[in-house]
């Protein structure tokens, strides 16, 4: 019997006194070392929030958006024009790829970059988190290549990500699948399903063929609710995609509960989470929305 757990993961709603930071840091009305300071006890106060939270990622609240600061720092990778992100009101800045090659410094350094907020790129914690990333095979969807193919440019991503990885601390990793999957090769993926553990993210209905052929899977896949028990064949834990990231109409408790009756059906775990990361709703009911995942 599984238990209910909880996942909180990406760019969470970046609070009002930090964007008045970032626009007067913009403005050159504040040096570098403030806006750091601010982000790190942002970051500080949110961990606190979500201290009841059983995984949880780096609240990204550094990240203009899920590709910019790994396009930044990828050498062979840079920016390119405002693109509308899918089917949101949001954009982001699409990246030009001309080859993935070695990281250009230290992720986890205070970098100063252009065109966003400085590094690091996650503060760490001491336990219960994960690192976040769009998956490579994301990244390179909603990316430019000019002279690489998209499985070299996928391959390429995937060893930085492993360089990124190696140095956070942790094994949890959640991949960020942006768009369904169609003809896409799951196999490029193997190394990081081996290495870590991976809390997969995807999109639209779910189809075991993907996964196919794969050595290694994912430690947990997150589905729609109608997806569980097909994607418990494929991986150990399954997360449900129980509360709505682009509608700010609350989550009944009752429906929480229901849940613990579907995890009771599975042999591991069933992780309670959102449909997206949160930054697409107001702060305030991004907040109720992480007060009824710690409820459950």
């Known amino acids: 019997m599984g238990q209910v757990r909880s996942l909180l993961y990406g760019i969470f709603p970046r609070s009002e006194q930090l964007r008045l930071t970032y626009g007067r840091w913009e403005r050159g009305s504040v040096g570098t070392d403030e806006v750091k300071e601010r982000i790190r006890e942002e970051k500080e106060k949110f961990y606190g929030m979500c201290r009841n939270i059983d995984l949880v990622t780096d609240p990204l609240f550094n ?41 250009r410094f230290d992720p986890y350094s205070d970098a100063e970059v252009e065109e966003n907020p400085p590094m690091p790129i996650y503060m ?4 219960g988190w994960a690192t976040f990333l769009p998956s490579p095979l994301t990244f390179v969807k909603l990316s430019r290549l ?14 930085i990500y492993r360089q990124v990885q190696g140095k956070s ?3 949890n990793m959640v991949l960020f699948e942006a768009l369904p999957y169609g003809k896409d090769d799951l196999t490029v993926l193997d190394p990081l399903f081996r290495d870590y553990k991976v809390t997969l993210v995807v999109q639209g209905r779910f189809s075991e063929k993907p996964f196919q052929g794969l ?29 709505d990231a ?23 775990d069933l992780y309670v989470t959102t449909n997206d990361y949160l930054d697409f709703l107001p702060r305030g009911i991004a907040e109720k929305k992480v007060a009824i995942m710690e409820a459950i």
């Open 246 to 268: 682009h509608n700010t109409r609350l989550e009944g408790k009752d429906a929480m509960r229901n849940l613990e009756d579907t995890a009771s059906t599975l042999s591991g």
């Open 215 to 243: 050595h290694n899977r994912p430690d947990t896949l997150v589905v729609d609710l109608s997806d569980i028990e097909a994607a418990s064949r494929v991986c150990r834990n399954v997360g449900v995609k129980a509360l």
């Open 169 to 171: 601390g942790t094994k």
């Open 124 to 127: 760490p914690r001491d336990s």
């Open 63 to 103: 990240w203009h958006d899920i590709l910019r600061p790994l396009a930044l720092a990828t050498d062979g990778i840079t920016l390119g024009p405002l693109t509308r992100y899918l089917e949101t009101n949001t954009f982001y800045r699409e990246p030009l790829v001309s080859k993935v090659g070695k990281l």
């Open 146 to 159: 000019h002279g690489i193919s998209e499985g070299d440019a996928v391959k390429g991503l995937v060893d």
